[in-house]
């Protein structure tokens, strides 16, 4: 049996720092073999940053996965070809910067993690359902286990796909809301699921930004800066146990910590 964690959206460098203090322990804790972070946010303009990635990684952090915002910063465009262990959504045009997938082996198993991005009050973008078939087809045969980050805005959207997987993949967890839903379970067929796995962040915010500049925003409809807030942190994730014979969760777990 595998454990693997997966950590919702880090919003800022405090986020990330705090996560490099706990996040260790808790997985010594919890026997952890595998960890996946959504990253996307951590850099404290939005975006990720070659140095925002190394600060996951030295956290203990295997797999970085990302979204909509993973090319806010262009420093990170080479970075995305160059490292192994960080992701972006599959269904992104063939040509951009970086992969949809990767495979970490953890001694035990073999991990497909793989990133979609929801086409759901999002961008317009490629179908990722066909991506998540794509992605399955090409990997065919060179893992034990499979796991997707869906990040995506409809809850909708990730139930479907969840459908769509259970039977085919181990886990599926959604990002990109930044907050937690209640609704961790294993499918029928044995998928891992939760729609949101939540954030890394300020408990007292607007999803990770200081609800002063939030407020600014919804109040006067003025271009504002978003700044990341600092109090109050705490890690939001899910833990799923899937055996790797087989390639199905056995548990879903949603996870806080601080």
Wanted: proline share 3%; with cysteine.
């Amino acid at each position: 049996m595998i454990n693997i964690l997966a950590i919702g959206d880090v919003v800022g460098n405090a986020a990330a720092e705090f996560l490099r203090k706990k996040l260790p322990a808790f997985c010594k804790l919890k026997g952890v073999d595998l960890v996946i972070c959504n990253g996307e946010n951590t850099n404290n303009n939005n975006g990720i940053a070659p140095k925002d990635a190394a600060i996951l990684f030295d956290s203990g952090v295997d797999v970085i996965t990302t979204g909509n915002h993973v090319f806010k910063r262009r420093e990170v465009y080479d970075y995305l070809d160059e490292e192994k262990y960080i992701i972006r959504p599959a269904n992104y045009p063939d040509d951009v910067p970086g992969k949809g997938a990767c495979i970490f082996d953890t001694g035990k198993a073999r991990v497909l993690v793989c990133n979609l991005l929801g086409t759901v009050y999002m961008d317009t973008i490629d179908c990722p359902f066909k991506a998540a078939d794509a992605l399955l087809e090409r990997y065919a045969g060179k893992y034990d286990a499979a796991v997707f980050d869906f990040h995506a805005e409809a809850t909708s959207e990730k139930k479907a796909m969840a459908f769509y997987l259970d039977g085919r993949a181990s886990v599926l967890f959604g990002t990109h809301t930044h907050v937690q839903t209640a609704d961790e379970c294993v499918m029928p067929q044995g998928l891992g699921y939760i729609t949101d796995v939540g954030m890394t962040g300020a408990e007292s915010s607007v999803l990770g930004i200081r609800s002063e500049a939030a407020l600014e925003k919804f109040l006067r409809k003025m271009p504002i800066k978003y700044e990341p807030a600092t109090q109050n942190m705490r890690i939001c994730g899910a833990m799923f146990s899937v055996d790797e014979k087989t390639g199905k969760a056995s548990s879903a777990e949603r996870v806080i910590f601080e």
